[in-house]
């Protein structure tokens, strides 16, 4: 009995880890509107963030940079936050937000593409199932008669779904990273993703204009906000790392749209947008898609060691 519980505990840690760094996430839109209500545009606070977030990770974790060595997954994981970062916040400011959402959370399609060519992970039946209902879940929250099909119209709409498929490769190269190369700590992934998305942000940033920058109390306030999510950030991604290397892919992009469902609720706590029956019905179809996937891989864990114990005997 202790064995089952201890299992059971060892194989949700990551699960918990993803779903409550989806959380962060799926708030973090209302100080990055904070820092937008003092005159910071949102590519230079993404910029700005990321580029703490780094810092932070360097300065806490100096003594993990010796375990960094040289491999093209890095330049490639940097590149795929940096697109991440920059096609949904791009998108976000410049495109009707729902849509570009849409777009982005079609993820767990990109996820299953990649994992097969770069993890070989095969998709079976059940896991495409699950993503079809995670999927569906989305739809029922982001899709409306006004919006229409998840078709991109405009550049804004390209950058959302261009940032999902970054977001896909980010999730399967991390996992390629933490298997290629072990000796390095996760930390230092962090770091790479958080130094692409801070150049890619910066690059971006060259484009946007910022006409009322923050100045005197203003520029206090929104220093301090720029630390304080840089520092929350970097630790939240160091916490959604290890369950994204714990897990197939596949799966923990599934978890990951547990992300929509608490941008629902925070809208509705501090934005006074109230969720409607779709709202509640694409939210129960995510989180069924997510304990499911995470019941059906326990299952899966458990009939493996089972059939080892009884090859060893």
């Known amino acids: 009995m202790n064995g089952s519980m201890n299992n059971w505990i060892r194989t949700s840690w990551p699960t918990l880890a993803i779903m409550l760094g989806a959380s962060v996430w799926g708030m973090i839109w209302y100080p990055l509107r904070m820092l937008a209500a003092l005159g910071v545009t949102g590519t230079a606070a993404s910029a700005l963030t990321s580029g703490a977030g780094c810092l932070f990770v360097l300065l806490v974790r100096h003594r993990a940079i010796r375990t960094v060595r040289w491999h093209w997954l890095l330049p490639a994981l940097a590149l795929a936050a940096g697109v991440t970062n920059l096609g949904f916040v791009w998108g976000s400011i410049h495109g009707q937000v729902m849509r570009v959402l849409l777009l982005f959370y079609l993820t767990p399609a990109w996820t299953a593409l990649f994992a097969h060519f770069i993890l070989h992970e095969r998709l079976t039946w059940t896991g495409a199932a699950l993503a079809a209902l995670s999927l569906a879940g989305a739809m029922a929250m982001l899709w409306s008669p006004q919006i229409g099909l998840p078709v991109p119209a405009s550049l804004a709409e390209w950058g959302g779904l261009v940032g999902g498929m970054g977001f896909a490769m980010s999730n399967v190269l991390i996992l390629k990273t933490s298997r290629d190369l072990p000796e390095m700590k996760a930390e230092m992934r962090t770091a790479t993703i958080f130094g692409g998305a801070a ?79 779709r709202e509640w019905t694409g939210g129960a179809c995510i989180v069924l898609a997510s304990a499911l996937s995470s019941w059906v891989h326990r299952t899966r864990s458990q009939s493996g060691s089972g059939a080892a114990h009884q090859s060893a005997a």
């Open 199 to 277: 150049i890619f942000g910066a690059c971006a940033s060259l484009f946007e204009a910022m006409p009322n920058p923050p100045t005197g109390a203003h520029l206090g306030t929104a220093a301090l906000l720029v630390m304080g999510l840089g520092f929350l950030l970097a630790s939240n991604n160091m916490l959604v790392q290890y369950g994204v290397a714990r897990i197939p892919a596949n799966r923990a992009s599934i978890i990951m749209l547990f992300e929509i469902v608490v941008t629902a609720l925070s809208a509705w706590l501090f934005a006074g947008e109230m969720p409607g029956p």
